[in-house]
């Protein structure tokens, strides 16, 4: 059910797709495919409040409350950039760590506006084969990330022609 979520976000079906969330975390709580499309549906509508929320979910269910915690107090202090980029600077330091998938350290890294940051993550995650970086497309939407020369050559070395052709399609302001 939750990668059909994912499926939707992709779509832009981001009401859909929370609707399924919801589903799937009502079925098993703190199910970590009940939480993606959440997430990614937030992004999709540009909702930072809860971006944030969902990310100290995320955090809360895998037992890490005192990052949840110094998550949500950044945001409320310094606002939704720059709670992004700590949690990207977290991320990145999990990444080394425990291996946690380079990809959303860009995708975190985007949020908080540092796209250099953001497509050295996404270089790391292609040349890493992570399995998500093909859709950088659909969740890299900012118009500054998608006209960045190198996020352009990124997605012609992974093949992905039309869409190096036509990266500023589906941006959101």
């Given at each position: 059910?939750?990668?059909?979520?994912?499926?939707?976000?992709?779509?832009?079906?981001?009401?859909?797709?929370?609707?399924?969330?919801?589903?799937?975390?009502?079925?098993?709580?703190?199910?970590?495919?009940?939480?993606?499309?959440?997430?990614?549906?937030?992004?999709?509508?540009?909702?930072?409040?809860?971006?944030?929320?969902?990310?100290?979910?995320?955090?809360?269910?895998?037992?890490?409350?005192?990052?949840?915690?110094?998550?949500?107090?950044?945001?409320?202090?310094?606002?939704?950039?720059?709670?992004?980029?700590?949690?990207?600077?977290?991320?990145?330091?999990?990444?080394?760590?425990?291996?946690?998938?380079?990809?959303?350290?860009?995708?975190?890294?985007?949020?908080?506006?540092?796209?250099?940051?953001?497509?050295?993550?996404?270089?790391v995650?292609?040349?890493?084969?992570?399995?998500?970086t093909?859709?950088m497309i659909?969740?890299?939407?900012g118009?500054?990330?998608?006209?960045?020369?190198?996020?352009?050559?990124?997605?012609?070395?992974?093949?992905?022609?039309?869409?190096?052709?036509?990266?500023?399609?589906?941006?959101?302001?």
């Amino acid at each position: 059910m939750g990668l059909y979520g994912v499926q939707l976000t992709m779509r832009n079906e981001y009401e859909k797709a929370l609707d399924v969330a919801a589903k799937a975390l009502g079925m098993a709580p703190g199910y970590a495919f009940g939480y993606r499309p959440q997430l990614l549906a937030h992004i999709g509508l540009g909702n930072e409040e809860e971006i944030v929320r969902v990310t100290a979910d995320i955090y809360r269910s895998v037992h890490e409350p005192e990052i949840a915690d110094v998550l949500e107090s950044t945001y409320r202090n310094d606002g939704f950039e720059a709670a992004m980029l700590w949690d990207a600077d977290n991320l990145s330091q999990l990444y080394e760590s425990e291996r946690f998938p380079a990809f959303d350290v860009a995708v975190t890294y985007s949020l908080g506006g540092d796209h250099e940051s953001a497509i050295d993550w996404l270089e790391v995650a292609a040349d890493r084969l992570d399995p998500n970086t093909p859709y950088m497309i659909v969740f890299m939407r900012g118009p500054d990330i998608r006209k960045h020369p190198r996020f352009i050559a990124l997605l012609k070395k992974m093949g992905l022609d039309y869409w190096a052709a036509n990266s500023e399609a589906l941006v959101v302001q």
